[in-house]
């Protein structure tokens, strides 16, 4: 498969980005089978954009929304669109998407969803990208159990991609799919043939602190019970509040960025994964905290603090690793495509290009990257005993796919 990264800055003059982009591939042939996947901007009026896009390339188009992006070439990117072609002879690809997603009828979308786009192809789907949307609303279905379910009635192919993201507003965020955008909802997209995708991702967290519980009443995103505790017990016994007054609901999500919780689940077969939650509210009223993701009964729960060095170095040793896998085959692995938290670009301070930085002039030749700065990201991780790979739904993670 070959790829390439364009990018404009311009959001006004649409048509004229379009030409920018594709005076960029000029050089680049296509072959028989193609798709892309576009990040923008959220003041961007995508469905014009797609119009003009269609009109120069006749290709499937996925993307959303985005806080900034990440490029290579072209580093940190807090403006303007970007957008990856992906081509090959012996591959296929199959977009889709569903609107109108909630906790009521979730599963039987997403069933219908997957099976609608993997009808399009000649051959069992390798690999699903995907991206969606926060949860909002109470009505708003998780994103950790949308995920379940296109792992379930994929049958647990690898799954990578992440939620989309906007300024901080979080109310501008949508999710595209050819000429649709789209605020509540799910795209994918579906690759079949000679592909063998690879997935790394990394946390940051080395300093874990005493704070460590076993969740003992949870339900969703929202933790009531650390232990014999409530959870505002526990954080207080821990003297892990900040200055409230106690009273009411409290949004928390900024003075936590730094200390990120870890998650420890356990399965009956052995294995044991650990992922990322951000803490989002503390609820004094019924004296639970709410995350950005769900957190099962049982899992153990511990707080971590991180410092701004260390998210530059997880970078640079994450993509060690990745150029190892590139170089072991050259002709297959070109394509890379990035999904990092926004919650990380918060911690990095001023410091906004430090993960675009730890990781400059390290891809070989050839090797393009797309990135997004996201509101939650979708990477399998690999289990502590029998090696197999979940596909996960993260917080604070900085995650790549290298196919």
């Given at each position: 498969?070959?790829?390439?990264?364009?990018?404009?800055?311009?959001?006004?003059?649409?048509?004229?980005?379009?030409?920018?982009?594709?005076?960029?591939?000029?050089?680049?042939?296509?072959?028989?089978?193609s798709?892309?996947i576009?990040?923008?901007?959220?003041?961007?009026?995508?469905?014009?954009?797609?119009?003009?896009?269609?009109?120069?390339?006749?290709?499937?188009?996925?993307?959303?929304?985005?806080?900034?992006?990440?490029?290579?070439?072209?580093?940190?990117?807090?403006i303007?669109?970007?957008?990856?072609?992906?081509t090959?002879?012996?591959?296929?690809?199959?977009?889709?998407?569903?609107?109108?997603?909630?906790?009521?009828n979730?599963?039987?979308?997403?069933?219908?969803?997957?099976?609608?786009?993997?009808?399009?192809?000649?051959?069992?789907?390798?690999?699903?990208?995907?991206?969606?949307?926060?949860?909002?609303?109470?009505?708003?279905?998780?994103?950790?159990?949308?995920?379940?379910k296109?792992?379930?009635?994929?049958?647990?192919?690898?799954?990578?991609?992440?939620?989309?993201?906007?300024?901080?507003?979080?109310?501008?965020?949508?999710i595209?799919?050819?000429?649709?955008?789209?605020?509540?909802?799910?795209?994918?997209?579906?690759?079949?043939?000679?592909?063998?995708?690879?997935?790394?991702?990394v946390?940051?967290?080395?300093?874990?602190?005493?704070?460590?519980y076993?969740?003992?009443?949870?339900?969703?995103?929202?933790?009531?019970?650390?232990?014999?505790?409530?959870?505002?017990?526990?954080?207080?016994?821990?003297?892990?509040?900040k200055?409230?007054?106690?009273?009411?609901?409290?949004?928390?999500?900024?003075?936590?960025?730094?200390s990120?919780?870890?998650?420890?689940?356990?399965?009956?077969?052995?294995?044991?994964?650990?992922?990322?939650?951000?803490?989002?509210?503390?609820?004094?009223?019924?004296?639970?905290g709410?995350?950005?993701?769900?957190?099962?009964?049982?899992?153990?729960?511990?707080?971590?603090?991180?410092?701004r060095?260390?998210?530059?170095?997880?970078v640079?040793?994450?993509?060690?690793?990745?150029?190892?896998?590139?170089?072991?085959?050259?002709?297959?692995?070109?394509?890379?495509?990035?999904?990092?938290?926004?919650?990380?670009?918060?911690?990095?301070?001023?410091?906004?290009?430090?993960?675009?930085?730890?990781?400059?002039g390290m891809?070989?030749?050839?090797?393009?990257?797309?990135?997004?700065?996201?509101?939650?990201?979708?990477?399998?991780?690999?289990?502590?005993?029998?090696?197999?790979k979940?596909?996960?739904?993260?917080?604070?993670?900085?995650?790549?796919?290298?196919?």
């Open positions: 498969m070959e790829s390439i990264v364009a990018y404009t800055e311009e959001i006004d003059d649409l048509r004229g980005a379009v030409e920018e982009i594709s005076e960029q591939l000029k050089d680049f042939r296509f072959q028989k089978n798709m892309a576009v990040f923008a901007e959220e003041e961007t009026d995508y469905p014009e954009f797609y119009r003009f896009l269609s009109e120069k390339f006749s290709v499937p188009v996925i993307g959303c929304t985005v806080m900034a992006s990440l490029l290579e070439p072209g580093g940190f990117k807090g303007g669109i970007s957008v990856m072609f992906l090959a002879d012996d591959c296929e690809f199959s977009i889709g998407f569903s609107s109108g997603i909630k906790t009521e979730y599963e039987e979308k997403m069933e219908t969803l997957y099976r609608d786009t993997a009808s399009k192809l000649s051959d069992k789907p390798k690999l699903m990208l995907t991206f969606g949307s926060i949860v909002n609303e109470e009505s708003d279905v998780d994103a950790d159990y949308v995920l379940k296109l792992d379930e009635v994929s049958d647990h192919i690898p799954i990578c991609g992440a939620l989309s993201s906007d300024g901080f507003s979080f109310t501008n965020y949508r595209f799919c050819n000429d649709q955008s789209i605020r509540n909802g799910q795209a994918i997209a579906l690759i079949s043939g000679n592909i063998v995708p690879k997935a790394l991702s946390a940051t967290l080395t300093s874990k602190s005493d704070f460590s076993v969740v003992t009443e949870a339900s969703r995103n929202h933790v009531y019970k650390l232990g014999d505790e409530t959870f505002i017990e526990a954080m207080r016994k821990g003297d892990l509040l200055d409230y007054d106690g009273t009411g609901r409290q949004m928390v999500l900024g003075d936590y960025i730094l990120p919780f870890v998650v420890t689940v356990k399965y009956p077969n052995g294995d044991t994964i650990e992922f990322v939650r951000n803490l989002s509210f503390l609820n004094y009223d019924n004296c639970s709410s995350f950005l993701g769900t957190i099962p009964e049982g899992a153990v729960i511990s707080i971590c603090i991180l410092n060095e260390d998210v530059q170095k997880s640079k040793n994450l993509f060690e690793k990745l150029v190892e896998i590139i170089r072991s085959e050259p002709d297959r692995y070109k394509t890379v495509l990035c999904c990092t938290c926004c919650a990380r670009f918060l911690a990095l301070g001023s410091e906004v290009q430090g993960e675009a930085k730890a990781f400059r891809l070989p030749p050839g090797v393009s990257l797309i990135g997004i700065y996201s509101y939650g990201e979708f990477c399998p991780v690999q289990g502590s005993k029998t090696n197999t979940y596909n996960m739904f993260h917080n604070f993670t900085f995650s790549l796919l290298v196919f």
